[in-house]
Nanobody, 118 residues
Framework: QVHLVESGGGLVQAGGSLRLSCTAS????????MGWYRQAPGKERELVAT???????NYADSVKGRFTISRVNVKNTVYLQMNSLKPEDTAVYYC????????????WGQGTQVTVSS
């Protein structure tokens, strides 16, 4: 059974920083692309950042230069370092794993709340 467990969310003032973590179990972590998505109230879920199994990264324009995604395969963990946070970054942040050895699968975590106060 696959589990993605996020942690690190919370309340922070604008301009502050948070680091989200997502630890996976039940998958061969190193072969999966990992990503962070977010969903604000009344809005659709949107991509924040992704990192491939080879370490290539991709960011939404709204977070470029402020957020950094990274992974440590030996820990089955992906991180999202968020700096210079803005109130518009307030959302539930979800971890995503996409890939697989025999067939393509997609898995989601339960989400962690990030609230940025002005």
């Amino acid at each position: 059974q696959v589990h993605l467990v996020e942690s690190g969310g919370g309340l922070v003032q604008a301009g502050g920083s948070l680091r989200l973590s997502c630890t996976a179990s039940g998958i061969i972590f190193s072969i999966y692309s990992m990503g962070w998505y977010r969903q604000a109230p009344g809005k659709e879920r949107e991509l924040v950042a992704t990192i491939t199994s080879g370490g290539s990264t991709n960011y939404a324009d709204s977070v470029k230069g402020r957020f950094t995604i990274s992974r440590v395969n030996v820990k089955n963990t992906v991180y999202l370092q968020m700096n210079s946070l803005k109130p518009e970054d307030t959302a539930v942040y979800y971890c995503n794993a996409a890939g697989g050895s025999s067939y393509y699968t997609v898995h989601w975590g339960q989400g962690t709340q990030v609230t940025v106060s002005s």
